[in-house]
């Protein structure tokens, strides 16, 4: 099993009357509430954040990008990777952006991962999620009845500038590149591991599984939720004839661990509120683009609105705002956040990584406006005491193919004097 | 009403549907935004005097998925073309909206000839910074309706889905490939340069405008007027909104068959 941090990087200052004052805290957030010198604090913060992950012992670093949002700001994760390849040492640098589609050209992201590659010493896993309809149809205003084939073109295209040795040319329906020959080459042969933010739509099952990238259900409403979609991974995998291992699955969890579940409840409950109820106040005007969810995906969807797995997708992408008022307590029970002592966080994710036979877990450790402090106290316990008892799992039976091969002999940053 | 005779052909690598009702002169028809699922009051009052040849752009309702094809406007122009040549609607009069409004534009522009006479009816095609209308596709789930129509009961009629669950699934689909279509064609601004190309439609033309319209407000028929060449007429019918051959057919009928005299 590896354990990550994963950080959206949420705007932590939002006023506690934000949902009511305001439409959306995507695409029409108002910039006055948005506090520059904050930032300059909260990326700072963030990234330390992470570094500390990194020397406690997390496997992977994880960020990703969202666009006019303020629950997640980094429209560029690729400058947060670069910032993070310097002073971090062992970690895999996880960056489950670049929504290939929104880049012109898009051999860019080959060129960008590539140089995040050779930074890191050969640690960067590339995430290529197709985006959200929000940060791909209406902030970048992409064609949401193209943006798929875009995306599958894009694709193709930075594989190909990744592993073609010679100069080549691209001809593509939407890109149409005479000359390709990008500078550097990423370290890692054929090319870094790819891994695949998804949303729950079919035709990513079957990408992922074709191409043999890791799946990784993105969701903030917690394993339950995810438990059809990762499935439906299992199911598609077991139709191509491709062999389960878990190890090819990823899924977000937000946790909050401390001494006791009480104290978990008392520390963790702020921070929650604040995520759930404030920052993922988003309005169901920007979540439908006709295009965006394929007509397979829509079929299912409406032929399966009965089902509890619908429901949840539906609670997922059309109703943010819904989940509105949900006590931590709720949020708790239906496993949004998994929180309690060491050894029973240690015991749930093993039980959600068996039953779902999931081999990567991405711990959301600072979510919402939690303190660096409290951020760090969560990711200790859980590197010292949640880690140990998760990292065998799956170990003796499965190999771990998608998993950055770094350098041995990494440069690192020079020590400076002033 | 008595149901259209019903044809399909082959459009762009796909299939378009046809439906015809009507003696006499063809008059081809071009639907706007979700297609025209169910032969509707307006057409009907059209074929009292035509040969009414409605016609199905890639995507819309009773066509195949080859929007999906369409990578650009002119692929859409041509295969728009492609379309009314295949009805035999070539040199026929026109009647089209809202979207298919925009492609019509677009044909009567580049193809000197091909079409007689043209009726516009809420046709995108047209941006003004200053004065947008209002996207129909971030509209609210509440909103989707009332921003197209000002007749909620007669758009129901056009386009609620029927009760039998798996023919309602199916209907869904076919509305939302309609959505996407439209969307394909115009996301995200609602034209695609036609103010360029205006001043080579030097036919007859008819504006014909719901008072009420969200989505391209009336004032944009003044814009269209001062681009085109040739002899334009205004009509904006009080109380419709953008499907205004839904909300207004008798109105909207009315105002056609008195243009193509």
Redesign the interface.
């Known amino acids: 099993m590896k354990i990550g941090n994963f950080n959206l990087m949420s705007y932590r200052h939002l006023p506690e009357s934000f949902p009511e004052k305001h439409e959306s805290v995507y695409i029409s957030l108002p910039s006055e509430v948005l506090d520059s010198a904050q930032m300059n604090r909260d990326y700072n913060a963030s990234l330390d954040e992470h570094e500390f992950a990194d020397s406690v012992g997390f496997d992977i670093l994880g960020v990703n990008e969202h666009h006019s949002n303020g629950y997640g700001m980094m429209p560029s994760p690729n400058l947060m990777a670069a910032a993070l390849s310097r002073r971090t040492r062992d970690s895999s640098l996880l960056v489950l952006g670049n929504s290939l589609a929104l880049y012109n050209p898009p051999h860019r992201v080959a060129e960008e991962f590539a140089m995040l590659d050779c930074m890191s010493g050969g640690r960067l896993i590339a995430g290529f999620p197709v985006g959200t309809p929000m940060d791909t149809?209406?902030a970048y205003?992409t064609?949401?009845?193209?943006l798929r084939?875009r995306y599958y073109e894009a694709h193709d295209l930075v594989m190909q500038a990744w592993t073609r040795p010679e100069m080549f040319s691209f001809h593509g329906?939407?890109n149409q590149e005479r000359y390709v020959n990008i500078t550097p080459r990423p370290i890692q042969k054929p090319h870094p591991p790819v891994w695949i933010p998804a949303g729950g739509s079919v035709e990513t099952w079957h990408f992922c599984a074709k191409h043999d990238y890791v799946y990784c259900y993105l969701t903030y409403f917690g394993y339950l939720s995810g438990e059809a979609i990762i499935k439906g991974f299992w199911d598609e995998m077991k139709a191509l004839g491709k062999e389960p291992n878990p190890y090819q699955t990823g899924i977000v969890q937000y946790v909050g661990v401390a001494e006791t579940r009480e104290e978990a409840l008392d520390l963790y409950a702020e921070a929650a509120n604040y995520f759930f109820n404030n920052s993922l106040h988003t309005?169901?005007?920007?979540v439908n683009?006709?295009?965006y969810v394929t007509?397979a995906t829509?079929?299912k969807k409406?032929?399966s609105q009965v089902q509890e797995a619908a429901r949840r997708a539906e609670l997922r992408t059309n109703s943010m705002s819904e989940l509105r008022g949900q006590t931590f307590e709720g949020m708790v029970e239906q496993g949004f956040v998994v929180i309690g002592s060491p050894d029973e966080v240690a015991e749930k994710l093993k039980e959600i990584a068996i039953s779902q036979n999931v081999g990567n877990l991405l711990l959301m450790t600072q979510f919402g406006n939690m303190s660096t402090e409290l951020a760090k106290y969560n990711m200790e316990l859980i590197a010292k005491r949640v880690k140990p008892q998760l990292e065998n799992i799956f170990a003796n039976e499965w190999e771990h193919r998608w998993m950055p091969t770094p350098l041995a002999d990494r440069a690192q940053p020079a020590e400076l004097t002033r | 009403m008595s149901a259209p005779r019903e044809r399909f052909v082959q459009v762009a690598g796909g299939a378009c549907r046809i439906w015809e009702k009507g003696e006499g002169e063809p008059l081809g028809v071009v639907p706007g935004l979700g297609g025209c699922p169910r032969w509707t009051p307006f057409l009907d009052a059209l074929a009292e005097q035509r040969r009414v040849v409605v016609t199905s752009l890639p995507g819309f309702s009773g066509s195949d998925d080859q929007h999906r094809l369409l990578d650009g406007h002119l692929d859409w122009v041509a295969a728009t073309l492609d379309l009314l040549e295949a009805a035999e609607l070539a040199g026929a009069d026109l009647v089209a909206a809202s979207v298919g409004a925009m492609l019509a534009a677009e044909v009567a522009a580049l193809a000197p000839g091909f079409v007689r006479r043209l009726v516009l009816t809420s046709p995108y095609g047209l941006y003004d910074n200053d004065a947008p209308g209002e996207n129909v596709f971030s509209a609210l789930p509440s909103e989707v309706v009332s921003i197209q129509t000002e007749q909620p009961a007669k758009y129901e009629q056009a386009f609620e889905a029927p009760e039998d669950p798996e023919e309602s699934a199916e209907w869904q689909l076919r509305q939302y490939r309609a959505s996407e279509a439209a969307a394909r064609i115009v996301w995200p601004f609602g034209e695609r340069g036609l103010a360029k190309r205006l001043h080579r439609i030097r036919i007859p033309v008819l504006l014909l405008w719901g008072e009420k319209d969200r989505i391209q407000p009336p004032a944009y028929a003044k814009l269209f007027a001062s681009g085109l060449a040739g002899p334009v007429e205004t009509k904006i019918v009080p109380g419709a909104g953008h499907q205004l051959w839904i909300d207004e057919p008798e109105a909207a009928a009315r105002a056609v068959r008195s243009f193509l005299a």
């Open positions: 149809c209406y205003s064609n949401p009845s193209e084939d329906r939407f309005s169901p005007r920007w683009p006709p295009g007509e829509a079929r409406i032929m």
